[in-house]
């Protein structure tokens, strides 16, 4: 009796360490789940500043090239042109 009762409790105890450790790593995962979660909001905010500078850049080119820079001048240029363009199309709306 006492060989069975041995097993049983060797398997009892390999039962409480296994749910042990599944309770460890099910709160690993929620920590990890947790950091890629914020690492994936720290990406979009990245992103978004990346935007944002990227458009302040491009302003700042067409305002360098109206000072009278020679680079990037055929930019300003188009720009101005479709500019005028979208204004013109306003205006052809208005007065009908």
Do not use: F, P
Not at 10 to 16: G, M, V
Not at 40 to 55: K, T
Not at 63 to 79: I, P, Q, V
């Amino acid at each position: 009796m006492s060989k069975i009762e041995e097993i049983v409790d060797a398997l009892e105890n390999k039962i409480s360490k296994i749910l042990h450790k599944q309770e460890v790593l099910k709160q690993t995962n929620a920590k990890l789940t947790e950091q890629l979660e914020e690492q994936r909001q720290e990406l979009l905010n990245q992103q978004e500043e990346i935007a944002s500078w990227a458009e302040k850049y491009e302003t700042l080119k067409i305002a360098n090239s109206m000072l009278g820079s020679d680079e990037n001048k055929r930019e300003t240029k188009l720009k101005i042109n479709a500019l005028i363009r979208d204004i013109d199309h306003c205006i052809g709306q208005i007065s009908e």
